[in-house]
């Protein structure tokens, strides 16, 4: 790398975000022994190289002193840190200070607009209200065994095959790793599958199970609350054993489906408002971008969509650790905030008992990108979330029905965070990322959005939108925030995103249990 101009100003080629903080954010490499001026007018020579998103001490800092970021203690000094010196893993530690937790104290109340005033999209309006972003028929598998069986009833689905009916998205098969054995219960499972069988973006939906498996096809039925308006008739259940076996079952799947075609495609797109859409926020593969760029752009777009009545969902319990405390400030209630924190604590036990650490979260990739620790990566990825109140906490896959910002109780693995997302209601995702992702998931359609122009031109087959552009400073946040929404309305219309265009999205639904993934 070759050395920065002498006397190059500090303030031009890094970030200060915020004034409280001891650190900035480089915008690009900067080599050991670059002479830059500092804000107080001293120079100082960089004693390290700082990779592009990394801090440097705006200050020399003391062993034990805290590191702020976002004007949020993120650690301390693991040692005496120079001024100019790159801060990470080798020289902060982690951890938090102790959380003094205040409820309610950040509310700003949204007035929502008028349904006369709101935007509107095209969407398929269901007879229970809910609208669809797609329309697509889905075939479910109860447990694991019964998958190829339904992927073979998809597969026989071609866009040939259905050159008949414009108004299908296609034929999906959704089959979960479990669902036999190796869990204590089914009830996530179960609310997961009804959830996506009984989906605004799907149409018709057809569950097929193998006949022995735990997760029993009879017992989903008989829990009355579960079984989805679009299987009450068991003629659009399946038994592969009492079928007797897997080709007679195929074909009889096949029959169902080519059944259920004319009615699904007589649903038919019309202006529906932006009151509902529900946003399922997410992000894979972050940065040190992502809290400066990408999610807090999805804030501003989370906010307007309140504004519209529309729900926003924010999600992945693991990684709030260390920013919730901003979350109960907004909290509707004290009721609600503690809710939060009860999940916290659940989650705090389990990663014990697992043998983790809420602390042991960032990935190597995200280290990569500049983000040491948990407290800093869940410092950026709530600023998906907004300004507007937490009206409610739930359950993984739960029925989400409480518009404005509500938070789901996910782990922080993607696909089965958005998998829990989308089950409860959410038709489509928006997915941030710095590293890069190449993550589509149906039937929610998903944009993704680089948090900088580096990885949006090295991947722009998959990215959908470059969020880099705020980094830039040549196009306004606002500008940028209305850009987004425009394309949130082109895709909730029917415009695929990258992802889908692909045919991607299958492969990622992953029910969460107990036993899987943090």
């Given at each position: 790398?070759?050395?920065?101009?002498?006397?190059?100003?500090?303030?031009?080629?890094?970030?200060?975000?915020?004034?409280?903080?001891?650190?900035?954010?480089?915008?690009?490499?900067?080599?050991?022994?670059?002479?830059?001026?500092?804000?107080?007018?001293?120079?100082?020579?960089?004693?390290?190289?700082?990779?592009?998103?990394?801090?440097?001490?705006?200050?020399?800092?003391?062993?034990?002193?805290?590191?702020?970021?976002?004007?949020?203690?993120?650690?301390?000094?693991?040692?005496?840190?120079?001024?100019?010196?790159?801060?990470?893993?080798?020289?902060?530690?982690?951890?938090?200070?102790?959380?003094?937790?205040?409820?309610?104290?950040?509310?700003?109340?949204?007035?929502?607009?008028?349904?006369?005033e709101q935007r509107t999209f095209l969407g398929y309006l269901r007879p229970d209200g809910r609208v669809g972003t797609r329309n697509y028929i889905a075939v479910i598998a109860t447990a694991q065994c019964a998958a190829q069986v339904c992927q073979r009833i998809a597969a026989a689905f071609t866009p040939g095959r259905l050159a008949d009916y414009p108004n299908v998205d296609g034929v999906i098969a959704l089959t979960p790793e479990g669902g036999c054995g190796g869990q204590p219960d089914y009830d996530i499972l179960q609310r997961t599958l009804a959830g996506m069988a009984d989906h605004?973006?799907?149409?018709?939906?057809?569950?097929?199970?193998?006949?022995?498996?735990?997760?029993?096809?009879?017992?989903?039925?008989?829990?009355?609350?579960?079984?989805?308006?679009?299987?009450?008739?068991?003629?659009?259940?399946?038994?592969?054993?009492?079928?007797?076996?897997?080709?007679?079952?195929?074909?009889?799947?096949?029959?169902?489906?080519?059944?259920?075609?004319?009615?699904?495609?007589?649903?038919?797109?019309?202006?529906?408002?932006?009151?509902?859409?529900?946003?399922?926020?997410?992000?894979?593969?972050?940065?040190?971008?992502?809290?400066?760029?990408?999610?807090?752009?999805?804030?501003?777009?989370?906010?307007?969509?309140?504004?519209?009545?529309?729900?926003?969902?924010?999600?992945?319990?693991?990684?709030?650790?260390?920013?919730?405390?901003?979350?109960?400030?907004?909290?509707?209630?004290?009721?609600?905030?503690?809710?939060?924190?009860?999940?916290?604590?659940?989650?705090?036990?389990?990663?014990?008992?697992?043998?983790?650490?809420?602390?042991?979260?960032?990935?190597?990739?995200?280290?990569?990108?500049?983000?040491?620790?948990?407290?800093?990566?869940?410092?950026?990825?709530?600023?998906?979330?907004?300004?507007?109140?937490?009206?409610?906490?739930?359950?993984?896959?739960?029925?989400?029905?409480?518009?404005?910002?509500?938070?789901?109780?996910?782990?922080?693995?993607?696909?089965?965070?958005?998998?829990?997302?989308?089950?409860?209601?959410?038709?489509?995702?928006?997915?941030?990322?710095?590293?890069?992702?190449?993550?589509?998931?149906?039937?929610?359609?998903?944009?993704?959005?680089?948090?900088?122009?580096?990885?949006?031109?090295?991947?722009?087959?998959?990215?959908?939108?470059?969020?880099?552009?705020?980094?830039?400073?040549?196009?306004?946040?606002?500008?940028?925030?209305?850009?987004?929404?425009?394309?949130?309305?082109?895709?909730?219309?029917?415009?695929?995103?990258?992802?889908?265009?692909?045919?991607?999205?299958?492969?990622?639904?992953?029910?969460?249990?107990?036993?899987?993934?943090?």
């Amino acid at each position: 790398m070759d050395l920065i101009a002498m006397n190059t100003p500090l303030t031009q080629i890094t970030l200060h975000l915020n004034p409280q903080d001891n650190v900035v954010i480089a915008r690009q490499a900067l080599p050991a022994g670059s002479l830059l001026v500092w804000p107080d007018g001293s120079q100082v020579a960089l004693p390290d190289p700082i990779p592009a998103g990394h801090k440097l001490a705006l200050t020399a800092l003391e062993a034990g002193q805290p590191v702020l970021r976002y004007g949020q203690e993120i650690g301390t000094a693991a040692q005496p840190i120079a001024k100019g010196a790159h801060i990470h893993t080798h020289n902060l530690r982690s951890g938090r200070p102790d959380k003094v937790y205040t409820f309610s104290q950040d509310l700003r109340p949204v007035e929502v607009l008028p349904p006369s005033e709101q935007r509107t999209f095209l969407g398929y309006l269901r007879p229970d209200g809910r609208v669809g972003t797609r329309n697509y028929i889905a075939v479910i598998a109860t447990a694991q065994c019964a998958a190829q069986v339904c992927q073979r009833i998809a597969a026989a689905f071609t866009p040939g095959r259905l050159a008949d009916y414009p108004n299908v998205d296609g034929v999906i098969a959704l089959t979960p790793e479990g669902g036999c054995g190796g869990q204590p219960d089914y009830d996530i499972l179960q609310r997961t599958l009804a959830g996506m069988a009984d989906h605004p973006n799907v149409g018709a939906a057809i569950l097929v199970g193998l006949g022995c498996e735990g997760n029993q096809l009879a017992d989903m039925l008989d829990h009355t609350h579960l079984i989805p308006l679009k299987v009450l008739n068991t003629s659009d259940t399946l038994v592969i054993q009492e079928l007797g076996g897997s080709a007679p079952t195929i074909q009889a799947g096949i029959q169902r489906v080519e059944a259920a075609l004319p009615q699904v495609n007589a649903a038919r797109r019309s202006p529906q408002p932006l009151s509902k859409l529900s946003l399922a926020l997410e992000c894979g593969g972050s940065d040190s971008w992502s809290g400066i760029s990408a999610n807090p752009l999805v804030g501003l777009l989370s906010d307007e969509v309140v504004r519209q009545g529309g729900m926003v969902v924010l999600a992945e319990t693991p990684e709030i650790f260390g920013a919730e405390h901003l979350l109960t400030r907004r909290a509707i209630s004290p009721e609600v905030g503690r809710q939060l924190l009860a999940r916290l604590d659940w989650w705090r036990d389990y990663t014990a008992r697992m043998g983790s650490r809420f602390e042991d979260n960032p990935s190597p990739g995200n280290q990569a990108g500049g983000l040491t620790n948990i407290c800093e990566k869940s410092l950026g990825a709530i600023a998906k979330s907004g300004s507007t109140p937490l009206m409610a906490v739930y359950e993984y896959a739960q029925r989400l029905r409480q518009p404005g910002f509500v938070f789901m109780d996910t782990s922080g693995y993607d696909p089965v965070s958005v998998t829990g997302m989308v089950a409860g209601g959410c038709n489509l995702v928006l997915f941030t990322t710095g590293r890069g992702s190449v993550f589509g998931f149906k039937p929610a359609p998903s944009i993704k959005i680089s948090t900088n122009s580096t990885t949006y031109r090295r991947m722009q087959g998959d990215m959908d939108f470059d969020a880099g552009r705020l980094l830039s400073g040549e196009t306004s946040p606002a500008q940028l925030a209305s850009d987004l929404l425009d394309l949130v309305v082109a895709v909730a219309s029917g415009s695929p995103p990258k992802s889908e265009a692909l045919g991607l999205g299958e492969l990622e639904f992953s029910p969460w249990t107990p036993l899987g993934p943090v």
